[in-house]
């Protein structure tokens, strides 16, 4: 499947696959027909984060080039992922490794930017502590970091082409890009419609990191937080047999996180280590809206929670043929029991 | 609204106006990110509000650069979480002395529209959406009689406001059933440097200070149930 490579100008004309998993079918619609693929009394739970400005380039004491791509703030610093030579535009795992680091070893970044490792344990992982904090921390952040961003977007991304149309805190080190697509316009007709939409706030972390190893730890801990009136969303729409459809997959691992660690759903803030594939059985999400991935992407794993590997593994094919575009400024699929019986525009 | 707790972004809060409203905001409880163009110029104000036990936080950035509006919507919502009280406060008059609009360049018009109107739809777009999402929040235009009077001379930052005041209204017509409040307010004339640029040798007797009309404004946020595009006038305090 083709990549998009930049993000597209009229959101509600992006393709929308979606996938019946009850009736075992598919078909193909636009972003804009969503509403007509969910029925009245649904919910559709977002992820509100908004995107940090997470790569910084700078250079060891001995003048050797060091990207850093932050993953979570920790107790002592900033998890980060290191990569040497070159930049977004060259893969990942085209990347020559970063200069091996130790503890004490300093980055700078910027005049304003500087840290010290704080712990290096796992090669290209490490702990960051930069000597700066609070204010002063997150300006010179937000001065000299750049979105992460892969090889095959065409240009440098700015930050306002990673945020959703509500993002808040800056919590995701890549874009919950699921939620891309959702504009005030489509929001504002799911309200008409008796389709309300509910918000979690979920730190997106690192697709790839440039190392196959590391690559198959993916996803780390991420944290979340579910806010007592998205519990009573949830609570309301099942009451009322309506579903809950995650927007992303980052929402379902908020959700879902929630109930493994604390036995039911509950409100509050968290860090999940949750990993979801075939077999999982989903306590609170009944469907997802998200992007067209790969059948080799690990996000694949988490879908086959939803529907059977073969069914997705077809969809996937027809989408491809069908020229849908893939990755985060791609198109969008809707993975949901019965969405096949609503009034859609087409059927496989 | 509630101010106590709350997360407020203050742009143009170095001086005049817009550090007296962060001051009370912060007096009155508010978690305050202050908005301006030098860290020379805020850090003390973020310090003496500090000293007085209020929580401010200090953010550079210029209004009127595209570039800046999701570093300052970032780096706020990363030091007090989301925001819930966006007050548009900078503003520039253009060029001082004052001058007809006969002899206003192009281009200057454009700076003033980019500082006084589309920075803060900038800004706007970038926080309004959480709020709506939120179903809460409010958006304050600090206006100026200037945006319905045709003062001679005082051409490009009278369209700005009367567009700025237009631009509340639209809002708050597309944001108010999702529960995002808009307010303009005209603080009168005060006692600044901003006023005393436009208008030198004014009797600075005769004008309001600062510090009572951020009271006034904070109090009207706090208490009054507007937030429908309104235009407030605050008229001198008696």
Redo the contacts between chains.
Sequence with gaps: MNAATWPREDKSRERLLWIDPAAATFGDAHVGDLPSRLRRGDLLVVNDAAVLPASLVGETDEGRRVEARLVAPEKHGWKAVLFGAGDWRTRTEDRPPPPALVSGDRVTFASNLTAIVARASEGRVVTLRFTNEGDSFWSALYQHGRPVQYAYTRAPLPLFHVQSAYAAEPWAVEMPSAGRPLTFALIRDLRRRGINVARVTHAAGLSSTGDAALDATLPWPERYRVPAETVSDIEATQRARGRVVAVGTTVVRALEGVVRDRGALVPGDGVTSLRIGPGFVPRVVSGLFTGIHDPSASHFMLLQAFAGRDLLTQAYDHASLAGYAGHEFGDSCLILRDTSASRGLAAA | MRIDGSAALVTGASRGLGAALSRELARRGGRVVLVGRS?DTLEPL?QEICASGGEA????GNVADK?A???I???A???V???HLLVHNASTLGHVPLRPLLDTDCEELSRVLDVNLVGPFRLSK?IA??M???GRGMVVHITSDAAVEAYPEWGAYSVSKAAFDHLARIWAAELAP?GVRFLSVDPGEMDTQMHADAIPGADRATLGRPADVARRVVSLIAGVPLGRGERVVLGRAS
């Design positions: 860290i973020v936080h200090a953010v550079v570039s509006t999701h570093v919507a970032g780096a919502a990363a030091l979480g989301a925001v970038a959406g959480s709506a999402l939120r999702a």
